[in-house]
């Protein structure tokens, strides 16, 4: 009898939780439908802005154009950007239901230790999509026009006509991109924080973080060198830094461990 008892008692709590999950799910996803609505009637004007570093690309007074082959291409590249666009609104109402759902069952040192880090992910990834919207692709952009030509060089012209669906993938893969590689350094830290990885390791690893930098670069952004190397040599200084905060941290620890262990 106790031990039916026992699991009754279990699954109660359980009940609960899912029942929380549910709701904060809900919410999020009622936060991002909303943020949809709102971004769907502006999508024009925020696919005008991400086009901006292509119309830079192409210079003062040239008019550059922008294509679509298939009839509903147009039509779901505004669904895509408002989706986008909908995602980076509701973020900040997503990671609070989040953290409202895990808070409760850390304890107050491991709340205090995580709170940073969930502080810093919106702010390192905007740093990411910052450097990749403003100086890279421009750069990047700049590079690939130069590759046309008219027919008087080589008997046939050669004009760049990128389609809307095309560019608006690039885009958002170069911005989610550079906006995630900049995690680097909350990633390393969480999993020194949780005894998977150790300073003294990092420090080992060096080269080949180097290594992983430039094929993760390699991956993440158009093949020309000044993408890749825009990418690779910020993230091996995210490394870096990561490691120096690794050791700050663990000096934070051991000042910590001696105060608990003087007597009151």
Request: hydrophobic share 55%.
């Amino acid at each position: 009898m106790s031990d039916d008892a026992d699991i009754e008692a279990s699954k109660a709590p359980l009940l609960d939780h899912l029942i929380e999950l549910r709701g904060r799910l809900l919410k999020s996803l009622a936060a991002f439908v909303i943020c949809f609505g709102i971004a769907f009637t502006q999508s024009s004007r925020i696919f005008g802005f991400l086009v901006q570093p292509l119309v830079k690309a192409y210079g003062d007074g040239v008019v550059g154009k922008l294509i679509y082959t298939k009839l509903y291409e147009a039509f779901f590249v505004e669904v895509k950007v408002a989706a986008f666009a909908a995602f980076c609104m509701a973020f900040p109402i997503i990671a609070n239901q989040l953290w409202a759902f895990v808070a409760p069952g850390l304890y107050r040192r491991e709340k205090k230790a995580f709170l940073p880090f969930l502080l810093a992910t919106p702010v390192l990834f905007t740093m990411g999509a910052a450097l990749a919207y403003y100086v890279v692709m421009p750069v990047a952009f700049r590079f690939f026009l130069g590759f046309q030509s008219s027919s008087a060089v080589t008997g046939i012209s050669q004009e760049a006509l990128p389609a809307m669906g095309e560019y608006l993938d690039l885009v958002m893969n170069m911005i989610l991109g550079f906006g995630v590689a900049f995690l680097l350094p909350v990633l390393l830290m969480l999993l020194e924080r949780a005894g998977i990885v150790t300073r003294l390791q990092l420090k080992a690893g060096r080269r080949y973080a180097i290594v992983g930098a430039f094929a993760v670069s390699a991956v993440l952004t158009p093949p020309d060198v000044w993408s890749q190397f825009a990418l690779a040599i910020p993230m091996m200084l995210l490394y870096e830094i990561s490691i120096i905060g690794i050791w700050l941290t663990e000096r934070q620890r051991e000042r910590d461990k001696v105060r608990d262990e003087i007597p009151a």
